[in-house]
């Protein structure tokens, strides 16, 4: 079983900076991309930015400049530094990750279960 779990979400004020953390668990054989995605009520699901093994990394237009991704391989962790941040940020940020659980298993797409992120103006 693997599993991710997120944390570091909560309330700010518009400008305000917050760091998404995500750790995936249990039986891993190698973690491919890790990422991040959000969703605000009444909207889809959409790519925050998501890194890949060998570190590059993408972002949405609507974050980057105020968004940093990073990863700690020995850890399969993925965090999301998050700052100068606006109401329009406000949503549920899931942590998602390409792992491989096993010899003879394909990769597959795991996901947290999500922390909220409010912020208010």
């Known amino acids: 079983q693997v599993q991710l779990v997120e944390s570091g979400g909560g309330s700010v004020q518009a400008g305000g900076s917050l760091r998404l953390s995500c750790t995936a668990s249990?039986?891993?054989?190698?973690?491919?991309?890790m990422g991040w995605y959000r969703q605000a009520p009444g909207k889809e699901r959409e790519l925050v930015a998501r890194?890949?093994?060998?570190?590059?990394?993408v972002y949405a237009d609507s974050v980057k400049g105020r968004s940093t991704i990073s990863r700690d391989n020995a850890k399969n962790t993925v965090y999301l530094q998050m700052t100068s941040l606006k109401p329009e940020d406000t949503a549920v940020y899931y942590c998602n990750a390409q792992i491989l659980p096993g010899l003879g298993h394909p990769y597959r797409n795991y996901w947290g279960q999500g922390t909220q992120v409010t912020v208010s103006s």
């Open positions: 249990g039986s891993i054989l190698r973690v491919n991309d």
């Open positions: 890194v890949g093994s060998s570190t590059s990394t």
